[in-house]
């Protein structure tokens, strides 16, 4: 059993209670280890602790604009990264016509996360149709392709050297957040049988090492009759999370810890009832992201925490950088004026610093920087 260093203290004027209760006129900030789970310490700024006037280096955080690249993605190991490190690769895939080909991942798990459009998911499991919001998690190895049925856009995020897991939930018990009955599979249904015709060649496109091979193939590998095991494709949707909230305390955002990888973790932000005690923070709180570089996706919705932030955007801030609400966001600090959240947005919070890509750094907003600044 490790213990933490320090016993709990309380110096000055101070709040006993993170998160509820600040001194008036202060503004909290918070030093943690391990994410959120670990020990903290929480402090009582006179000033919004955002309240630069310039800042130099790389500690920048960063804005990407995923909307503006041209569709042409027709295979998944075409489409750009955008941040990487060893052991997560986050790229963006906007298809224009549907696969010709079958994909398949040798070097990890990939996350499928359907930012806009659907098709028909094909693998080596069955068939899946997909809609917006869908997560789909495809084990490493998996033969897949998509079959468009409107224009795609897609988060593929790669458990590089590693698979996914869910969450432990601890005291909230196994079936919260969501049910793992909710966990789709594919079907070996109709359109799956369909789509094993003996017409046509099939190419294989396999990545390993982030180098993509070909195996050809004279029919359909996709020909399986049925399967059987305690490994497949799974898929579930955000309009069927239900997110944990305290109605006087803000849970930091490891509460909504979806999936877990190795050295980063995946969190979605769905709508939620905002606070009701008076005392209780109604925004996120001051904090520098001490043991992770943090990734926010912008799926849906009004993000009520940030300004000039719109759906099909991303975030980097990087571990170290301090970082809260927008000055406007900032204002409801107490006082909300609607009864609840409206945003969806996938949060990857990774261990070891993230590269920008080239790919990225073509769509970076460089005034992010600025956008705390007070417009008044
Ligand atoms: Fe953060």
């Not at 130099?56 to 503006?68: I, Q, T, V």
Request: hydrophobic share 40%; proline share 9%.
């Amino acid at each position: 059993m490790k213990r933490p260093i320090f016993p709990p203290r309380v110096e000055g004027t101070a709040s006993r209670q993170a998160h509820a209760d600040l001194p008036e006129g202060t503004y909290e900030r918070e030093i943690s280890k391990e994410g959120f789970f670990g020990p903290a310490a929480f402090f009582h700024h006179r000033h919004p602790p955002t309240g630069w006037v310039a800042f130099e280096g790389p500690l920048r955080p960063h804005a990407f604009d995923l909307n503006k690249p041209a569709r042409d993605h027709g295979s998944p190991w075409q489409a750009p990264e955008i941040l990487r490190n060893a052991h997560v690769r986050i790229r963006y895939w906007r298809p224009a016509t549907s696969m010709d080909h079958l994909a398949r991942n040798a070097d990890g798990d990939d996350l499928l996360f359907v930012h806009k459009g659907g098709g028909e998911f094909h693998c080596d499991y069955g068939h899946l149709a997909l809609a917006a919001g869908d997560y789909v998690v495809i084990p490493r190895g998996t033969m897949w392709r998509v079959e468009l049925r409107d224009p795609l856009a897609a988060l593929m995020i790669e458990a590089t050297n590693g698979s996914y897991s869910l969450p432990e939930k601890g005291l909230l018990g196994g079936h919260a957040i969501f049910d793992p009955a909710m966990l789709d599979v594919p079907a070996m249904d109709a359109a799956f049988v369909a789509q094993q015709s003996e017409e046509r060649s099939w190419q294989v496109r396999v990545k390993r090492n982030n180098a993509v091979s070909t195996v050809t193939y004279p029919f359909n590998p996709l020909d399986a009759t049925g399967w059987h095991g305690d490994l497949s494709v799974v898929r579930v949707n955000v309009k069927d999370l239900r997110p944990i909230v305290s109605h006087r305390y803000h849970l930091p955002p490891s509460a909504h810890t979806t999936f877990v990888g190795q050295r980063f973790v995946v969190c979605t932000f769905v709508p939620r009832p905002f606070e009701t005690d008076p005392g209780a923070l109604k925004v996120p709180f001051f904090h520098n992201n001490d043991d992770y570089d943090e990734v926010i996706f912008y799926h849906a919705g009004n993000f009520f925490s940030r300004d000039n932030i719109g759906p099909g955007m991303m975030t980097l801030h990087p571990c170290g950088f301090t970082h809260g609400p927008h000055p406007k966001a900032l204002k409801n600090m107490l006082v909300q004026p609607k009864p609840a959240t409206d945003e969806y947005a996938v949060m990857i919070d990774a261990r070891d610093a993230l590269e920008i890509t080239d790919a990225a750094k073509e769509v970076e907003w460089a005034g992010y920087v600025d956008s705390w600044k007070d417009p008044k």
